[in-house]
């Protein structure tokens, strides 16, 4: 027996539908699914792409020789790939405790009703979204010329530092929030202080969600261009060997062979746009395998 | 059988034995450690704007605020010298505008998707995907867009000369597609937030699924989705490398996205760079124009951290 | 070296405030048979007389959330080695008078006290008294089981380790706080096992051998059994007896039945609603156990007792 047909304000004559979902549906659901696909499609389109363009390029010689701004043949990206290990080493030594620590006194110490310490989170949320060519230009009137230091590694990676700072605090907060409250209830109750509640429940079980935090911010901060542009970061063919050294960074050097016309140099730049991304991906997959490792309580 | 533990360990009389045993100095000063660390965020902001005032301000004893703001010429370099800055806010606008129009649809569009519509395998898959677009450097971003996208405009668009090596269409576009996953992650967000009662109400009423996303969960999300646009239109302001390398590096006043023009990021960036005399005008210019892209993305940050405190507060 | 715990053999006090022993107690036929589950008739129970000597009195108490007054006026005696019950309907501020005897409250921000708390006389909320030593010896087992993410030895060594005890063989410590805790038996095996491979029973059973191991000298308990099965309840209860004969109990609770079983001693809260439409919570009566159920004082109290309201 058929159902009951629907006569006044019904746009269906019964409960069954023919044809299937109907055309306004499909189409918004397909217009949803081409909006996404485009972000898809650009990002395969765009390693793809790099990595043909740097195909004629990518040998033994771009780890093993020094870059060169006249002869293309020989160059190689020895000196900027150090340059970004030794950054990435000292921008992690000087922002991951510091951001810990902040997230730890903003989430453990810090009473939320008190005035100085919503002023340190509405400073963090802002400088969160600051564009990194401001953090350059703070690098450059403080560290490199107040201080007379110039481009080092020791200002590029104070400099990248802060400006990663807000997302190692954010990240570690996040973290430090999952650990639930009846923990800490437990721990003070025994007559634990606050600092040990911190050390030895707290912290042991927010360390994978701030390993993950701080290397996505790590994996931003090497990235990042503008700032050493600012801080007088160029050319140079020789490996860092210490804090005061000077050097060159993949980025900075990707930036100065796109701009060249020669062909040779644009497959340099693309090779090194390679290895770039091979390093962030490495970086990502570990912060993403810690993720997954730890999902599973213990 | 219970003598475990060595005399200290139980209280010595009943008089003030709850008084402390031992002062804890430690606990103190690893909180004033913690409170340290918590202040170079805020250190961070201050020292910023001194960075950036202090030039600024003497910058502006040489050249009139008005000029600054309302001429037409940048070209700081001349003899004499022009500083409106016109010019360089109008091609940042036009990148930003092309940028938008890009990334705020199609941001919100893979949300609506990510969030009301694709099953859980799918989501899966996809977010990482769209997370993996916001992690590339912004530099290899510029070398594709004059490396690839150029050509490809300069052979689809007809026109003499136009559209040049340098333009802001290439620019804007993969600025635009880079900013996506902000807009996207920030909206979807904004729309989990909404509870499924609201989702089921409209449900158990007969809608389907684009009605309950476009009148109900959307409408629901909004302040969040500002927020997620806010943030990537500051987020389109404040970029630098992508225009630097793709859309020029000579101010132009033009509305013609064809046309090549200078971004104040740009600006900014190539100025910096070179070795520009330490106290010399032209030195201070960079400020000044730090301190305007400064203050127009603080503004829009504030915007956005509002909004979304407020739908936080809505549902949590 | 295994200790032999026979449970015939009775339990031992431990020293508080000074170092000598008291003598055995007489043979007080231990109700606790792990893996049985047997009672002991409330009318045994210790004489809940209140010439008991007092551990913790209150007078006049009241506890403020900023400006609002959650519960008011109440003046209470815990007697020593005695289990008090605190009941009433809830939000009259059982739970939240409990956590005023370790200080707990003190972390809720905008917390406050008012009237005076003492503890074998002390006044509790003296400015230089140590809060930590106050935790320590007044301990807290929680209505949801709270075990740390460690392994059940590293649970109860937790206590002794954070307090820095320097003790000879912490392997002892452990296992004697099992013992105590009617869970020695079940975990033996498995000390080194997660604290969450337990049953909810166990667990909380081990969250109170972990507040036995720094050696508290009161227990509060607030709603312990509250999250757990009927039978896993019973074994709780029959603890409670058996740990009274070493510390202090006080339990707050919801189930009558629970208190008029277990305590010596009962205190009955309400909730009064003042002319501004605030609820404010309040002690009625408290009395020995046997009296409130049977022959309480007050109107509400009986109501209350007898199923009326609440």
Known sequence: ?298 | MTQLIDKRAAAAGTSGFLRQQRPRHGERAIQVALLAAALVAVATTVAIVIALLIPTLEFFSVVSPVEFLTGTTWTPLFEPPSFGVVPLVVGTLVITVIASVVALPLGLGAAIYLSEYAPERVRRSLKPTLEVLAGIPTVVYGFFALTFITPVIQAIVPGDGLPSVFNALSAGLVMGVMIIPTVASLSEDAMAAVPNTLRQGAFALGSNKRQVSTRVVVPAALSGIAAAFILGISRAIGETMIVTIAAGLQPNLTLNPLKFMETMTAFIASTGQGDVPTGSIEYKTVFAVGMLLFIITFVMNMASIRLVRKYREVYE | MSIDHTHDRPLKTIPVGDMTETPDQPAHTPSINVGGVTRTDPADAPSGDLSVEPVIETRDLSVFYHDYEAVRGVDLTFGKNQITALIGPSGCGKSTVLRCFDRMNDLIPGARVKGTITYHGQDLYAPDVDVIEVRRRVGMVFQKPNPFPKSIYDNVAYGPRVNGWKVDSMDDLVEEALTRAALWEEVKDKLKDSAFALSGGQQQRLCIARCIAVEPDVILMDEPAASLDPISTAKIEDLMQELVRNYTIIIVTHNMQQAARVSDRTAFFTAEVDDQGERHGRLVEMDLTKTIFTNPADRRTEDYVSGRFG
């Open chain 1, 1 to 298: 027996m058929s159902a009951p047909t629907l006569t006044r304000y019904g746009e269906r004559a019964s409960l069954t539908q023919s044809g299937g979902e109907p055309v306004p549906e499909k189409l918004f659901r397909w217009m949803l699914i081409a909006c996404t696909a485009v972000g898809v499609i650009t990002l395969v389109v765009l390693l793809t792409y790099t990595v043909y363009k740097g195909w004629p390029k990518l040998n033994a010689q771009l780890v093993t020789n020094m870059p060169s701004q006249v002869s293309p043949n020989t160059a190689g990206a020895q000196s900027a790939i150090m340059g970004t290990l030794w950054l990435m080493v000292f921008t992690a030594l000087w922002t991951i405790p510091t951001g810990i620590a902040a997230a730890i006194y903003l989430e453990e110490y810090a009473n939320p009703e008190r005035r100085i310490n919503r002023i340190i989170e509405i400073n963090i949320m802002n400088l969160a979204a600051v564009p990194s060519i401001i953090f350059g230009i703070l690098g450059l009137a403080f560290i490199s010329r107040t201080l007379g230091f110039g481009p080092t590694i020791l200002t590029g990676s104070l400099t990248l530092a802060l400006l990663v700072l807000p997302t190692v605090i954010i990240a570690s907060r996040e973290a430090i929030r999952a650990v639930p409250q009846s923990i800490r209830s437990g721990s003070l109750a025994l007559g634990a202080t606050k600092w040990q509640t911190v050390a030895r429940q707290v912290l042991p079980s927010a360390v994978p969600g701030m390993a993950t935090g701080s290397i996505l911010a790590l994996s931003r901060a090497i990235g990042e261009a503008a700032p050493l542009l600012m801080l007088g970061v160029g050319f140079v063919r020789f490996n860092p060997d210490g804090l005061m050294s000077s050097f060159t960074a993949l980025p900075v050097q990707i930036f100065q062979w796109t701009t060249e016309s020669q062909t040779q140099f644009k497959e340099l730049a693309a090779a090194a746009s390679v290895i770039l991304l091979v390093l962030l991906l490495a970086m990502n997959s570990v912060a993403i395998y810690i993720r997954n490792k730890t999902q599973k309580r213990w």
